[in-house]
């Protein structure tokens, strides 16, 4: 009978094992393909456009691992840009690429008692990161350090997007809680 037990116990464990990989790709693609989505339209405020790319960005580095979150955050944006306005995809790919491993890192190794103030912080620093490298950017691809610091208060408003609806979205609204209990099970 304990034999019994114990071989279940076994098989049980190693169907999670190989389950936690699927759902680790469908999580990353899935958020990969949320960032494309959400850089080809934006909130049209006056002067221009405030995306919704970092909510998602913001959204998915606090719950992958650093590696997933530069792919969603970096190869991500990269090929949104490719597909709809490829001056910048190299910006976004170091940009938002970095921006998400910080989030990520703050959220999984940095004060692990209070992972909402991680991320919240994580994401605070993300969108600073954020700012700076496409103020730099933009500076540096159009050769107008003007047109950068024009397009300064869309950035911001863009970081501040997501640091506000990232961390609402996982820990307010159930996100972490659902990828919790998929990889639980």
Known sequence: MENAIEEKNK????????????IWICATALF?????AMSSFGIPVPGGHLYLCDVV?????????PFAAFLVGGVGSFLGD?????????????THGLQAVVISVFSHYVLKKHPVIAAVLGCVVGGIIMVAGYTIGKAFIYSTPEYAI???????GQ???????????????????????????
Request: aromatic share 8%; glycine share 6%.
């Open 32 to 36: 990969m393909g949320l960032n494309i």
């Open 82 to 94: 490719l597909i709809f306005y490829p001056l910048p995809m190299f910006v976004s790919l170091v």
């Open 11 to 22: 098989l049980s464990e190693e169907k999670k094992k190989r389950r936690r990989p699927t």
């Open 159 to 185: 970081a501040l997007l997501g640091i506000v609806f990232g961390p609402l979205l996982c820990f307010k609204c159930g996100i972490k809680k659902l990828l919790t209990a998929l990889t639980k099970k």
């Open 150 to 156: 024009i397009k300064l208060p869309y950035e911001i």
């Open 57 to 65: 960005i913001c959204l998915a580095a606090i719950l992958l691992d």
